[in-house]
């Protein structure tokens, strides 16, 4: 009696690896956090709607990080963290300002959250485009071109947090609103490179008192948070400057080296470019003289 064959055994799907879906996790994270904020604010709980954005922006910035980390960064992460940005910094911030004071103006309080949006959805799509540039100088990752999504959405919703801590008398104007939206969308669009803060180091030396300052920063986040989150970012208003001045020192130092190396003939070559072959070695004899 003949043995059957035995089948091949089927070969099973690879499944993913889950650390490459937590920056997914964090995504969608935010994308709901910043849509809960709408949530709030169609009831009128302000605080609450800008605490929402505030931790869709934290989970913003951890996602990217986290994604490097476990090695997990694809297209699709990258195309779907786009699409949460736009909607959570570019759409609810908008919103969000619209029903607390903006519909005072009516048409004209529209076309200028509109103005906001727009700015948003350019400055993604830049960013976007220039991740795929071959010809970006690797030191030129250190910095963003213009204001990024996450901050934009929390310096234009600043009037709205200091009407938190001042009262809403002042900074709930239409006119000082717009005014804000109107300057952040510039910056987001502008051309301004801004720090990223990405590849950040501690020296060694001011290990402990990093510490002790991310210490008093979170006790008085607790105690003074919208102050606290104002303050910061004023701080962050004062580093545009700086940032600018860094990168112009960056790009000036590559332009000056990438013109040294163009003048700078190969060593095998004389400096009118005819190439100088190097001669055959001499012998033994020849490098004793003539006999004699």
Same mark, same amino acid.
């Given at each position: 009696?003949?043995?059957?064959?035995?089948?091949?055994?089927?070969?099973?799907?690879?499944?993913?690896?889950?650390?490459?879906?937590?920056?997914?996790?964090?995504?969608?994270?935010?994308?709901?956090?910043?849509?809960?904020?709408?949530?709030?604010?169609?009831?009128?709980?302000?605080?609450?709607?800008?605490?929402?954005?505030?931790?869709?922006?934290?989970?913003?910035?951890?996602?990217?990080?986290?994604?490097?980390?476990?090695?997990?960064?694809?297209?699709?992460?990258?195309?779907?963290?786009?699409?949460?940005?736009?909607?959570?910094?570019?759409?609810?911030?908008?919103?969000?300002?619209?029903? &607390?004071?903006?519909?005072?103006?009516?048409?004209?309080? &529209?076309?200028?959250?509109?103005?906001?949006? %727009?700015?948003?959805?350019?400055?993604?799509?830049?960013?976007?485009?220039?991740?795929?540039?071959?010809?970006?100088?690797? &030191?030129?990752?250190?910095?963003?071109?213009?204001?990024?999504?996450?901050?934009?959405?929390?310096?234009?919703?600043?009037?709205?947090?200091?009407?938190?801590?001042?009262?809403?008398?002042?900074?709930?104007?239409?006119?000082?609103?717009?005014?804000?939206?109107?300057?952040?969308?510039?910056?987001?669009?502008?051309?301004?490179?801004?720090?990223?803060?990405?590849?950040?180091? %501690?020296?060694?030396? &001011?290990?402990?008192?990093?510490?002790?300052?991310?210490?008093?920063?979170?006790?008085?986040?607790?105690?003074?948070?919208?102050?606290?989150?104002?303050?910061?970012?004023?701080?962050?208003?004062?580093?545009?400057?700086?940032?600018?001045?860094?990168?112009?020192?960056?790009?000036?130092?590559?332009?000056?080296?990438?013109?040294?190396?163009?003048?700078?003939?190969?060593?095998?070559?004389?400096?009118?470019? %005819?190439?100088?072959?190097?001669?055959?070695?001499?012998?033994?004899?020849?490098?004793?003289?003539?006999?004699?």
């Amino acid at each position: 009696m003949s043995e059957q064959p035995i089948p091949p055994r089927r070969r099973r799907l690879a499944g993913l690896s889950f650390n490459r879906l937590i920056p997914n996790m964090l995504t969608l994270l935010a994308l709901c956090a910043g849509l809960t904020a709408i949530r709030f604010g169609l009831s009128d709980q302000w605080e609450n709607a800008v605490l929402a954005v505030m931790v869709a922006a934290i989970l913003d910035g951890l996602d990217g990080r986290i994604a490097r980390i476990l090695k997990g960064a694809s297209k699709f992460g990258a195309e779907l963290d786009s699409l949460a940005d736009f909607v959570s910094f570019g759409v609810v911030p908008a919103l969000l300002l619209y029903l &607390w004071t903006m519909d005072d103006l009516g048409r004209f309080g &529209w076309i200028l959250v509109l103005v906001f949006t %727009v700015a948003c959805v350019l400055r993604l799509a830049r960013f976007n485009t220039f991740l795929e540039d071959p010809d970006r100088p690797a &030191w030129a990752s250190n910095f963003f071109t213009g204001v990024p999504a996450p901050m934009g959405a929390a310096l234009v919703l600043l009037p709205m947090m200091l009407s938190f801590q001042f009262g809403a008398t002042f900074f709930r104007s239409p006119i000082v609103v717009s005014v804000f939206l109107v300057g952040v969308g510039a910056l987001m669009v502008s051309r301004l490179p801004t720090f990223s803060f990405k590849k950040f180091k %501690v020296p060694n030396r &001011w290990v402990l008192p990093t510490m002790l300052i991310v210490g008093l920063y979170g006790a008085l986040l607790i105690n003074a948070p919208w102050m606290t989150i104002a303050v910061t970012l004023v701080a962050y208003l004062t580093s545009i400057p700086f940032g600018y001045r860094a990168y112009r020192r960056m790009a000036q130092r590559t332009a000056a080296a990438t013109a040294e190396t163009a003048t700078t003939p190969p060593s095998d070559s004389e400096p009118n470019g %005819v190439t100088v072959f190097p001669s055959k070695p001499l012998s033994q004899r020849d490098r004793r003289g003539p006999a004699g």
